[in-house]
């Protein structure tokens, strides 16, 4: 079985502008009431149109009164030096009381910066302790990221029914490359883990393929084919 796919992504690159795309409602804290909420969609509004000054300024205020999306935003603001000189100190502070208060993607990047070294030291184990606090809330890149490190024993130790399990967690909410792994594990089977079991390949795979994997379509058509094949009896 190759190794998985990671979805490794930039965190300080264009992070931002996607951020209050991604969290799921339901995995975090209740929110505060507007003003903060106003603010900080004024503020999105006002970084999408370069206005940096005015959207730092709008995520500052809507952050410090409790506001999960602001405090991540504003910490990025500071860590890129956007409408301010760059403050990364300050930025990990906001970064923190995003994670703690429920906000997943800062619990995700939290693992990032621990896995690569920056801004804090590099501790792996630190990094799956936030991937899995992420990926608990149902955060899918932390699935991922979890899994593929269960698989291949980086942090932890080696345990491939943990990383099916991440695996299959994700797959269910949508990930194509989780996908095509829940898939091969099916195919070949793991003992102590899954049963092998083609016809759940064949549905693992074409979920993948229906997401534009081209490996996936062609798992799937070999399968297909050795089907036809066996009940041919050649």
Known sequence: MSKARSPHAAVLAGILCCAWLCL??????PQPPAPAQT???DAVAAYESGRF???????SSAARQGNRLAQFNYAMMLLRGEGTA????????????????GM???QYTWGD???????VPKSLEEANRWYERAAQGGHVQAQMELA???FTGRGVPRDYAQAFAWYRRAASAGDGGAQYIVGSFYEHGEPGVVDRDIEQAKIWYARSAARGDPGALAKLRS?????VKGRAGM
């Open 24 to 29: 799921p409602p339901a995995a975090a804290a």
């Open 39 to 41: 603010q900080t969609r």
């Open 53 to 59: 000054d005015e959207a730092l300024q709008g995520f």
């Open 86 to 101: 760059a403050r990364p100190q300050e930025a990990l502070v906001w970064l923190r009381r995003a994670a703690d208060n």
């Open 104 to 106: 997943t993607h800062a």
């Open 113 to 119: 910066l621990y896995e690569r070294g920056q801004l």
């Open 148 to 150: 593929t490190n269960y």
């Open 223 to 227: 399968l297909l084919e050795e089907t």
